[in-house]
T-cell receptor, first 114, second 115 residues
Framework: DTGVSQDPRHKITKRGQNVTFRCDPI?????LYWYRQTLGQGPEFLTY????????KSRLLSDRFSAERPKGSFSTLEIQRTEQGDSAMYLC????????????FGPGTRLTVL | SQELEQSPQSLIVQEGKNLTINCTSS?????LYWYKQKYGEGLIFLMM?????EEKSHEKITAKLDEKKQQSSLHITASQPSHAGIYLC???????????????FGKGTKLSVKP
């Protein structure tokens, strides 16, 4: 399968714990995006990378959130000291980063904070 | 900031019927994406429109972008149960370098198709 993959698909954690998600984009895509989606809403942008550089972060990305893309391939999103309000679907997408670059999404990681 | 409004919020149709979902932007769209999402899953890319007046079709789904590039519609002909899901429109944000940035999404339209 050459699509975007995410791991884990589901994560249940207790409030205050740290969690880390991984995203593997389509191999030739240089752009990688993270979004968050809550029930009944469309995805909301968190941050994106071009190769290994993190180019933009949304105001939604509090200082408890950190994302990395160390070698310009896979990316990780870490949430420290999780709160119940962090419960959501975390989606990763990748694209070629062109003016007409289509974004392809992974299956998402569903986080539940108890 | 740009906002996208989708209508209707939900739709129940009988199998075989046609339907239309609308997406309206408060600003000119640089790129308009349509995605389909099954509950609890990721987004499946359907189509992208960039030019005013552009129309694209894939199987029984047709998407159009109006000339002013502020409104798009998604039309499904002869709906089937497999069309059920949440349809999301997304607007591309243009970066300073002229490349596509992140997407801003509407809240989605939930489609149910009764057999």
């Amino acid at each position: 399968d050459t699509g975007v993959s995410q791991d884990p698909r589901h994560k249940i954690t207790k409030r205050g714990q740290n969690v880390t998600f991984r995203c593997d984009p389509i191999s030739e895509h240089n752009r990688l995006y993270w979004y968050r989606q809550t029930l009944g809403q469309g995805p909301e942008f968190l941050t994106y990378f071009q190769n290994e550089a993190q180019l933009e972060k949304s105001r939604l990305l509090s200082d408890r959130f950190s994302a990395e893309r160390p070698k310009g391939s896979f990316s990780t999103l870490e949430i420290q000291r999780t709160e119940q309000g962090d419960s959501a679907m975390y989606l990763c997408a990748s694209s070629l980063g062109l003016a007409s670059g289509e974004q392809f999404f992974g299956p998402g990681t569903r986080l539940t904070v108890l | 900031s740009q906002e996208l409004e989708q209508s209707p919020q939900s739709l129940i149709v009988q199998e075989g019927k046609n339907l239309t979902i609308n997406c309206t932007s408060s600003k000119t769209l640089y790129g308009l994406y349509w995605y389909k999402q099954k509950y609890g899953e990721g987004l499946i890319f359907l189509m992208m429109l960039q030019k005013g007046g552009e129309e694209k079709s894939h199987e029984k789904i047709t998407a159009k972008l109006d000339e002013k590039k502020q409104q798009s519609s998604l039309h499904i002909t002869a709906s089937q149960p497999s069309h059920a899901g949440i349809y999301l429109c997304g607007a591309g944000r243009m970066n300073y370098g002229g490349s596509q940035g992140n997407l801003i999404f509407g809240k989605g339209t939930k489609l149910s198709v009764k057999p």
